[in-house]
């Protein structure tokens, strides 16, 4: 359990770091004053670091998508239907 909590808080501050690291490629490149080749770099970084934060919430809306019953059974998440549905 302990270990499980280590990995999610691991992952979660991995995701917002490269979130950070992602913000602020985007923000020196809309400011333009970049070298070309140094440009080129940080959009590969960039592109990189937006699959894995994408991957990274794919697997979490995978996770969320199942719920663990009372037995310890994983079951697939059943939304409510709502009057206004």
């Given at each position: 359990?302990?270990?499980?909590?280590?990995?999610?808080?691991?992952?979660?501050?991995?995701?917002?770091?490269d979130?950070?690291?992602?913000?602020?490629?985007?923000?020196?490149l809309?400011?333009?004053?970049?070298p070309?080749?140094?440009?080129?770099?940080?959009?590969?970084t960039?592109?990189?670091l937006?699959?894995?934060?994408?991957?990274?919430?794919?697997?979490?809306?995978?996770?969320?998508?199942?719920?663990?019953?009372?037995?310890?059974?994983?079951?697939?998440?059943?939304l409510?239907?709502?009057?206004?549905?």
């Amino acid at each position: 359990m302990e270990d499980e909590r280590n990995e999610e808080t691991e992952k979660k501050q991995t995701f917002e770091a490269d979130m950070k690291k992602l913000e602020y490629i985007i923000q020196q490149l809309e400011e333009g004053d970049v070298p070309l080749e140094k440009a080129i770099e940080m959009y590969q970084t960039g592109m990189k670091l937006s699959k894995r934060c994408h991957d990274q919430l794919q697997s979490v809306e995978k996770q969320m998508d199942r719920i663990v019953n009372d037995t310890g059974e994983s079951l697939p998440l059943e939304l409510e239907d709502h009057p206004s549905n």
